[in-house]
């Protein structure tokens, strides 16, 4: 699996929207993009996933440049319970691969 | 309602002693996982299972063992011989075993082990 850098943590307000640079420089022609969320004590939850360009779904943005290097994680207008660890994982789509979390990006929202 | 549910939440043991961590899903996947969390970390994976009787072993599968003895279940224990079993464990499930479907894994609530 392609390694994957992203800043450790993140700082914003209410209703701002927020955006997680993940850097991937290694990412392979078949990996795909996926993002996950987890809250203290629970199980990550599944975001979004996209191979190039822009994917959005009822909670986030997915960019993806040309050259798929980077991607970067929307989320518009947060709230407090946005607060959470936000892990991008890159992985092919053929055969089995282990999902590799990184230390991910704590955001932390305040009023 | 369809989920993975893990029990006990919490969990104590004395060491030297083996422990056996449920997990049990009803969303009729075919593939489950384990994995392990320190602190701070992220998730390491200690097994998995793509379908009944067959699993593999993950990054760190020294010191656990499983068992798919049924589509549902996923049973994980710990034993005397994992030198550092404090930590929160969690159980995951997916549709398939391969593909795009695999990485949209369904996480359960988790159960935090403490070893003393």
């Known amino acids: 699996l392609a390694k994957t850098t992203q800043p450790i943590s993140m700082d914003s307000y209410e209703g701002q929207e927020v955006n997680i640079t993940c850097s991937h420089n290694?990412?392979?022609?078949?990996?795909?993009i996926t993002w996950y969320q987890q809250f203290p004590s629970q199980g990550p939850r599944f975001i979004i996933q996209?191979?190039?360009t822009k994917v959005t779904n009822e909670v986030a943005s997915l960019f993806i440049p040309a050259d798929r290097k980077s991607s970067t994680l929307s989320l518009p207008r947060v709230s407090l319970s946005d607060t959470a660890v936000y892990y991008c994982?890159?992985?092919?789509?053929?055969?089995?691969?282990?999902?590799?979390f990184g230390t991910g990006t704590r955001l932390l929202v305040s009023p | 309602d369809g989920g993975i549910t893990q029990s006990p939440k919490y969990l104590f043991r004395k060491e030297g002693q083996n422990v056996t961590l449920s997990c049990e899903q009803n969303?009729?996947?075919?593939?489950m996982y384990w994995y392990r969390q320190d602190p701070g970390q992220g998730l390491r994976l200690i097994y998995y299972?793509?379908?009944?009787?067959?699993?593999q072993k993950g990054d760190i599968a020294e010191g656990y063992s499983v068992s798919r003895e049924k589509k549902e279940s996923f049973p994980l224990t710990v034993t005397s011989a994992q030198k550092n079993p404090t930590a929160f464990y969690l159980c995951?499930?997916?549709?398939?075993?391969?593909?795009?479907?695999?990485?949209?894994?369904?996480f359960g609530p988790g159960t935090r082990l403490t070893v003393t």
């Open positions: 994982l890159v992985g092919e789509d053929t055969g089995f691969q282990k999902l590799v």
């Open positions: 290694n990412i392979a022609t078949n990996d795909y």
């Open positions: 969303l009729n996947h075919d593939a």
């Open positions: 996209g191979y190039k």
């Open positions: 299972s793509q379908i009944v009787n067959d699993f």
């Open positions: 995951a499930s997916s549709i398939s075993y391969g593909g795009l479907a695999e990485y949209e894994q369904y």
